[in-house]
């Protein structure tokens, strides 16, 4: 995280401002999310749902046309840091300890992908969160993953 960022993460929460609204102000300002064209269509309460539009661009396989599992990694983590952001026990911004994805399998050529996480467990130092990643056939998963993440003092 930039120095500038943490500044403002920390003037925001001197100021009371939700974590909602810090959250978000943390995912918008990562470049990987902007160049992947990541949209936040939730944050509260321990969950987040960020999208990803399909583009040319994040393909891995261009005889397929399926999205790189990089893309998807970076999507559902940086959706897992959300849920950890928008909980309401967590005054911080987060880092990824450990995250586990288990890819169930490719991604439809020409959709967007969703990513659903939940932050289901908070300690004095680490959030535990779980998330799965979702395109047109919301019955079978792209992906899930499991995580842990850095809860504490900026």
Same mark, same amino acid.
């Given at each position: 995280?930039?120095?500038?960022?943490?500044?403002?993460?920390?003037?925001?929460?001197?100021? #009371?401002?939700? +974590?909602?609204?810090?959250?978000?102000?943390? =995912?918008?300002? =990562?470049?990987?999310?902007?160049?992947?064209?990541? +949209?936040?269509?939730? =944050?509260?309460?321990?969950?987040?749902?960020?999208?990803?539009?399909?583009?040319?661009?994040?393909?891995?396989?261009?005889?397929?046309?399926? @999205?790189?599992? #990089?893309?998807?990694?970076?999507?559902?983590?940086?959706?897992?840091?959300?849920?950890?952001?928008?909980?309401?026990? @967590?005054?911080?911004? +987060?880092?990824? =300890?450990?995250?586990?994805?288990?890819?169930?399998?490719?991604?439809?050529?020409?959709?967007?992908?969703?990513?659903?996480?939940?932050?289901?467990?908070?300690?004095?130092?680490?959030?535990?969160?779980?998330?799965?990643?979702?395109?047109?056939?919301?019955?079978?998963?792209?992906?899930?993953?499991?995580?842990?993440?850095?809860?504490?003092?900026?």
């Amino acid at each position: 995280m930039t120095e500038s960022l943490q500044t403002s993460i920390a003037e925001a929460l001197r100021q #009371g401002s939700d +974590t909602e609204t810090i959250a978000r102000q943390f =995912i918008e300002a =990562i470049p990987h999310a902007r160049a992947l064209g990541l +949209t936040i269509r939730q =944050i509260g309460d321990g969950r987040a749902e960020i999208e990803m539009p399909y583009h040319p661009n994040l393909v891995g396989d261009p005889r397929s046309g399926v @999205v790189h599992g #990089g893309a998807v990694s970076a999507l559902m983590d940086t959706c897992c840091g959300a849920a950890v952001m928008g909980h309401p026990r @967590v005054m911080s911004a +987060t880092a990824t =300890i450990d995250l586990r994805i288990d890819y169930m399998r490719a991604a439809t050529p020409g959709h967007r992908i969703l990513a659903q996480a939940e932050c289901y467990h908070v300690t004095r130092s680490v959030a535990f969160v779980r998330a799965t990643a979702l395109d047109e056939d919301e019955s079978r998963p792209v992906a899930t993953a499991t995580g842990t993440f850095t809860v504490g003092q900026i």
